[in-house]
């Protein structure tokens, strides 16, 4: 693993806590976003559960927040998304979810590795 995949699971098993996917991302990048980790904590923070309504991934919506304030444009964007819902075969917070749970997948530990993937994912576009 990364140093930032390194330090975002140090975010996600922090017991005093709860991040969400978005805002371990940004926590995890932010020296290199250029913002503090108070300013990406707070970038994040209403991105949880995919909106709060199931909707789009927060593994994907930290990472293309992070492109963005990386200056990084499309096709990148859209790239990073279709690799993603590629390897996981949807890119909403429900669906995702939905199929751990129906292959006896714990949540947070799935939620954990497309974390990581989606950071990997991010770090290569941002030469990391």
């Known amino acids: 693993m990364s140093k930032y995949q390194d330090r ?3 975010l996600r098993h922090d017991p005093a806590v709860h991040y969400n996917c978005a ?3 940004l926590m995890s990048l932010h020296e290199s976003l250029g913002i503090s980790e108070e300013q990406a904590k707070d970038l994040g923070t209403l991105f949880a559960g995919g909106m709060y309504c199931g909707a789009t991934c927060g593994a994907i919506t930290g990472a293309l927040m992070a492109l963005g304030l990386a200056g990084q444009k499309d096709p990148a964007g859209r790239e ?3 690799e993603f819902q590629g ?3 949807a890119r909403d917070c429900a669906p995702l979810l939905a199929g751990a749970e129906e292959r006896g997948e714990n949540k947070h530990e799935f939620c954990n590795t497309m974390i990581c993937d989606a950071m990997a994912m991010a770090e290569e576009v941002l030469g990391l």
Do not use: D, K, S
Request: without cysteine.
């Open 87 to 89: 390897r996981y075969g």
């Open 23 to 25: 805002q371990v991302i």
């Open 80 to 82: 990073l998304i279709t």
């Open 8 to 10: 975002a699971m140090e």
